[in-house]
């Protein structure tokens, strides 16, 4: 077995070190001795503050027992370890029975023990502990040790007694308060009654759970009672009601009754409660009732006559104020008060719009809840939430104002704390990124966190972000607007500059913060967060140039098609020139008739218009074939767009013997695109389609160019040729840039086409066309809805200096081309499409 020594010295071997290499041993020695002992300090801190001690036993004796340990039993940590016996003998006698059964049943299941027991000290102190066990068994199953925990519980087994305690104090307070007190779940059915209001009824708390509400209540009033409860449940707004109730010898007595939501701190009702007073007996015995209830809750409660003047308080509320014991207020004499008389008791801050919310309740006569700081005896100020309630009679008059003030301070004071506490890190959150950040009024830098600009954040302490920007000179304008959003304390997102890194070379920075505001409102800077996007800027630029170049190439493709239709163009402008020559050259034959022939003189014309029109057609496809512009997407008729390339091919099409098909469908749903491009990808698959047909010597040349609809509203197009097809090998080579079997060319022109299809959402390939030839295909995605008479007209649209001619000069040119057809003249104008 090999030995470690911490300067790598095997301690074992004969090397002896030289002073310095013991001295290096020594020194590593005592760190860790240090650091052991810092550890140990750290863990036997915690125990202390958690109260747990920790402990170890085997089969026969205590194997450790830690400090805390010792503190919880009231050991003696200088008598050694304690024994089983002494520690069997501090349990409580009561308990001693159910912990052992307890700890061997676990033995017995080989599983980890939780108990809770008392324990006894020899002070006579009783404590209350928690422990917890793991028992180690060997890999015969016997026990070998047993680790464990104890947790010293006594506090919160004491607050659970105290609050059970509490509970049962309110429930006595209930049920000895002389009016009806009661509690419902949030859907309304009853969870408790007070014995006064069961002793008045003379039903049980069952009766009442079992629909005995409809007896309690008089006849003639339970529909809008009912009513008002329903509807108090539903919107969760407080519920009252002047009703007549039955007393148990049959009689029935008038009653306030009211129903208050109790709610979590999530605003979820969770209990109702309500209470019912008897005003059967007039104003003054309702009034001295109401003051004996007020007096016992277990709240600041309070009323006012109807003008507002504070009348009563119950001795809980003149307590705190330091009303002497033998003040008006403390006995509900009417003293004329007037309804603000108690506004300076409150802090200097929420006097004026606690004016306003007690004069607004008064005005209304509705309901209110406030909150605000009230002045104590001993001049201190707490935070206390009020609730007002206007207390009716049967007939509606208002007969006094009843409030009920909880005090709030510990709750607010929490709340402070945390929203300071969410705030921040909410901070962090919404604007998390690679770095941390923080700045003050002066907007210099008072916190970053270590990956903050590359390297050594701390050198940018106490500077200001733009003291280490490259873009202040060159982008003025986004600045000055950065400025003015800090000067107006908004918060920013996103907010990318040049500046220089940690290590000197410059970077691109994205920033987030947000205003930071102390408890005051005063500002305290910013907050946010920061991103190095350097890769991602420069990225952008990257695609921007690369589709700068597609855009260029695609031009060059179009100018080296047209170049190569040349010709073929040269040919199709030629015909309608000649047509419309013949036609003049027949009109002036009609004028020279005596008399002359006008009529026959108008229809030439009208086809030297209808030739004129077909000539400009013509060169205005070229012309968008040839220029360069941005792509413009617009929507538009693909059945259209695609007749007009055939068009322009025409003569490669009539020069190559290739018969042509269309099978087009109607109704073919409008597309989104640049109509040039997509034209362009048309164009390259039909001319390529005529070259390789070129080559056939025997077999009909037939080229079919179709579209279709699919069921998800996408649009395909197919164009097929009889030529000699595609190699299978090289069938997805021929869109590879710089790949081509043509002696002359590029090989750019499909690799351009399947650009084009991908930005435009569709996509391209290339398939064997049965029984010969080959099939380019794309499909494209149909325009989201139907293109209007407006849009298509606009599409159609000449260049300002074209011809104007009216729907009826087209109308009457059309109808001259008929007669012309029909007289064996050329017509001058043909519609290329099925065949």
Not at 304 to 317: D, Y
Not at 595 to 617: F, H, K, T, Y
Request: charged share 25%.
């Amino acid at each position: 077995m090999t030995s470690y020594s911490p300067n790598g010295v095997d301690p074992n071997s004969s090397y002896r070190g030289s002073p310095e290499d013991d001295e290096r041993v020594i020194e590593n020695l005592k760190r860790t001795e240090r650091r052991l002992r810092q550890s140990e300090a750290y863990l036997a801190e915690a125990q202390r503050l958690s109260h747990t001690g920790t402990w170890a036993f085997n089969k026969t004796k205590t194997l450790y027992w830690s400090d805390e340990g010792y503190r919880l039993w009231g050991l003696d940590p200088l008598q050694g370890l304690p024994t089983r016996e002494t520690i069997w003998q501090r349990i409580h006698p009561d308990d001693r029975d159910r912990v052992y059964e307890g700890v061997q049943e676990a033995i017995r299941e080989k599983r980890d023990y939780t108990v809770e027991f008392r324990i006894v000290l020899p002070d006579g102190t009783v404590k209350y502990l928690q422990s917890c066990s793991r028992h180690l068994f060997s890999e015969r199953g016997e026990l070998v040790e047993v680790l464990g925990t104890h947790i010293d519980v006594t506090e919160r087994k004491r607050a659970e007694e105290a609050l059970r305690e509490s509970e049962y104090k309110l429930r006595q307070i209930i049920d000895t308060v002389p009016g009806f007190l009661w509690s419902a779940d949030p859907a309304g059915e009853p969870t408790h009654i007070n014995q006064h209001m069961l002793d008045y009824s003379g039903m049980r708390f069952e009766d009442f759970r079992h629909g005995g509400w409809e007896a309690f209540v008089h006849p003639d009033d339970f529909p809008e009672t009912a009513r008002a409860l329903y509807h108090a449940i539903q919107t969760g707004t407080s519920y009252q009601a002047v009703n007549r109730l039955r007393r148990a010898d049959g009689e029935f007595r008038w009653h306030h009754t009211r129903g208050e939501p109790l709610r979590d701190q999530q605003g979820r009702i969770i209990q109702w409660y309500g209470l019912s007073v008897d005003i059967d007996d007039g104003k003054k015995s309702f009034a001295a009732q109401l003051q004996a209830i007020l007096n016992v809750l277990p709240a600041y409660t309070w009323y006012a006559a109807p003008s507002g003047g504070l009348t009563f308080v119950n001795k809980r509320t003149a307590d705190y104020l330091g009303v002497p014991e033998d003040h008006p207020l403390r006995f509900g004499i009417d003293i004329g008060a007037q309804w603000d008389d108690w506004i300076p008791l409150l802090h200097p801050d929420d006097q004026e719009e606690a004016r306003k919310y007690w004069s607004n309740c008064l005005r209304t006569g509705e309901a209110g809840e406030h909150s605000y700081r009230v002045r104590g005896a001993q001049g201190d100020y707490h935070w206390f939430l009020t609730r007002v309630e206007p207390l009716r009679a049967s007939d509606g008059n208002l007969l006094l104002w009843v409030g009920a003030t909880l005090d709030i301070e510990e709750l607010k004071c929490a709340e402070q704390a945390l929203r300071e506490s969410e705030g921040k890190f909410r901070d962090y959150a919404e604007t998390t990124s690679d770095w941390f950040w923080e700045i003050g009024p002066d907007y210099k830098f008072t916190l970053l966190t270590e990956n903050a600009f590359g390297s050594r954040p701390a050198d940018r302490i106490g500077t200001a972000c733009w003291e280490h920007a490259l873009d202040l000179e060159t982008e003025p304008e986004k600045w000055r607007l950065v400025w003015t959003t800090l000067d107006s304390r908004k918060p920013f997102r996103d907010f990318v500059y040049r500046g220089l890194g940690g290590n000197g070379s410059p970077m691109y920075v994205k920033a987030s913060g947000k205003p930071v505001f102390d408890a005051n409102g005063e500002f305290r800077g910013y907050r946010g967060t920061g991103t190095d996007v350097t890769a991602t800027v420069r990225a952008q630029e990257e695609h921007e140039r690369l589709r700068q170049l597609e855009s260029d190439l695609a031009h060059m493709n179009r100018l080296s098609v047209m170049g190569e239709l040349t010709a073929s163009l040269a040919h199709e402008i030629a015909q309608p020139i000649a047509t419309a020559r013949n036609n003049a050259r027949a009109a002036m034959g009609f004028l020279d008739r005596s008399p002359p022939d006008l009529s026959e003189v108008r229809e030439a014309l009208e086809c030297i218009v209808a030739d004129n029109d077909r000539a400009g057609d013509i060169i205005d496809r070229i012309r968008d074939q040839i220029k360069k512009a941005p792509p413009r997407m617009g929507r538009f008729d693909l059945n259209k767009a695609i007749n007009e390339v055939i068009v322009l091919a025409r003569s490669a099409i009539t020069k190559n013997g290739v018969s042509v098909q269309t099978h087009l469908t109607e109704g073919l749903a409008p597309v989104q695109g640049d109509r040039v491009q997509l034209q362009q990808v048309v164009l390259n698959l039909i001319l390529n389609a005529i070259e390789a047909m070129s080559s056939v010597v025997a077999g009909a040349r037939e080229l079919l160019v179709s579209t279709e609809q699919d069921q998800t509203g996408d649009v395909f197009v197919a164009v097929c040729d009889s030529g000699p097809g595609i190699d299978p090998e090289h069938v997805q080579r021929v869109f590879e840039a710089f790949y081509t079997t043509k002696s002359g060319g590029t090989g750019m022109g499909l690799s351009i086409c399947r650009s084009i299809i991908h930005a435009h959402g569709g996509r391209l390939w290339a398939d064997v066309n049965e029984p010969r030839g080959a099939a380019f295909q794309f499909t494209l995605p149909s325009a989201k809805e139907e293109v209007k008479n407006s849009l298509q007209a606009a599409h159609q649209t000449r260049e300002p200096h074209e011809d104007t001619a009216s729907d009826a000069s087209h109308q009457l040119a059309y109808e001259g081309n008929k007669r012309l057809h029909r007289s064996g003249r050329e017509p001058g104008q043909r519609h290329w499409g099925r065949q």
